[in-house]
């Protein structure tokens, strides 16, 4: 499997198709993956049931002190909290060969594909912001990731709730 196929492999599957493993803390065993720098882990790991060799690991904090600049499309839900980063972890072997970073948003119910500006040149030394979009893809893993706990209606509920552009 090269690594497109396996990308395509997490955007088109469902929880169905994966082993949820979750793993609070560092007692749980080695289903625990941490960053030795801050001590925080991974909560969740899930295997995927028709091979192995494919994982995929979430919940570690990213950015400085787990909060990166909170965007502007946080305000569009009702709990304006969030904006910190999570990471997502494709795993091979156990080897990691992707990465994706989201935000939480709406008091980290959920965590959205990390967004890309949308910019408009008005001219010399003058861009103007549009809005964010994510890609397709980008939207299908974090689905998956949000469909282990919760409903897939649920994230696309709350992908309208950002305005965010899927392209």
Not at 3 to 15: C, K
Request: charge should be negative.
């Amino acid at each position: 499997m090269n690594l497109d196929e396996l990308l395509d492999t997490v955007a088109t599957s469902g929880p169905e198709d994966w082993e949820l493993i979750e793993c609070p803390n560092q007692a749980d065993g080695p289903s625990y993956l941490y960053d030795p720098r801050s001590g925080e882990a991974h909560v969740y790991r899930a295997v995927f049931k028709a091979d192995v060799s494919l994982g995929l690991a979430w919940g570690l904090s990213y950015g400085p002190d787990g909060e990166p600049e909170v965007l502007g499309f946080l305000k569009s839900f009702p709990d304006k909290s969030g904006g910190g980063a999570e990471l997502l972890d494709f795993l091979w072997n156990g080897s990691l060969v992707h990465r994706e970073v989201g935000v939480k948003v709406d008091g980290g119910r959920a965590t959205l594909p990390w967004p890309v500006a949308i910019t408009h040149d008005d001219g010399p030394g003058q861009t103007r912001l549009e809005g964010w979009k994510v890609t397709a893809r980008e939207a299908a893993y974090w689905r998956l990731v949000h469909s282990f706990r919760y409903s897939a209606a649920d994230f696309d509920s709350k992908l309208a709730i950002s305005h965010l552009r899927v392209e």
